[in-house]
């Protein structure tokens, strides 16, 4: 039992570290990609022939609820950010040089 409790104390920096902010630079990663599917939808299509002449064709499609409330998608970035790192953005997003 002893020892149950104390691998627990010892894994429990680990679990309480999870809940923390993370770094600027991930959170900023992220969270372009939410302020992109809040600009437009994203997908692709696929079709393809087989041996035998068996055709596939596929879809996917992401709309996020951003886009669909019609959302500013640089407020959803800041808004993103701060919530995930804790500060706000090293610079908006309309700034950086990956954003069209």
């Known amino acids: 039992m002893k020892r149950v409790i104390g ?11 999870a809940c923390g902010p993370m770094s ?3 959170a900023e990663r992220q969270c372009f990609e939410r302020a992109r599917l809040a600009k437009q939808p994203r997908g692709e299509v696929s079709v393809g ?3 035998g002449g068996r055709t596939a064709a596929g ?14 998608p640089s407020a959803v970035y ?3 950010v701060m919530n995930k790192a ?7 997003l309309y700034a950086r040089p990956d954003w069209r």
């Not at 804790?86 to 908006?92: A, F, N, Q, T, W």
């Open 86 to 92: 804790g500060e706000p953005p090293s610079r908006p």
């Open 24 to 26: 600027l630079a991930e």
């Open 7 to 17: 691998a627990g104390l010892l894994l429990l920096p680990l679990v309480l570290s």
């Open 59 to 72: 879809l996917e499609l992401n709309v996020s609820s951003d886009f669909l409330l019609g959302k500013d």
């Open 78 to 80: 800041e808004t993103c």
């Open 49 to 51: 022939v087989g041996s």
